[in-house]
């Protein structure tokens, strides 16, 4: 796979997919260490503005619990 998203993580694998989004195996091009890292991707909700809110302040909050301090 050469997907590159942000053109920054280069995508190794796909973990997952689900109704909310995709989740990557991913190498940080931009790191001189090329680290691994797991990237979550939000799906666009287009028919009900409401949903995507609720929805994007969860996948927020997840971002935030899950975060890498370094």
């Not at 997907?3 to 997919?17: E, M, P, W």
């Not at 995709?22 to 990237?39: G, H, K, Y």
């Not at 028919?47 to 909050?61: G, L, T």
Request: include cysteine; glycine fraction near 6%; hydrophobic fraction near 40%.
């Amino acid at each position: 796979m050469t997907t590159l998203l942000f053109n920054r993580y280069q995508v190794l694998r796909v973990l997952g997919s689900g109704g909310f989004g995709q989740t990557f195996l991913a190498e940080d091009t931009q790191m001189p260490s090329r680290r691994i890292c797991v990237i979550k991707q939000l799906k666009a909700i287009a028919d009900n503005p409401d949903i995507y809110k609720i929805v994007r302040d969860h996948f927020q909050r997840e971002a935030a619990t899950l975060a890498c301090p370094y």
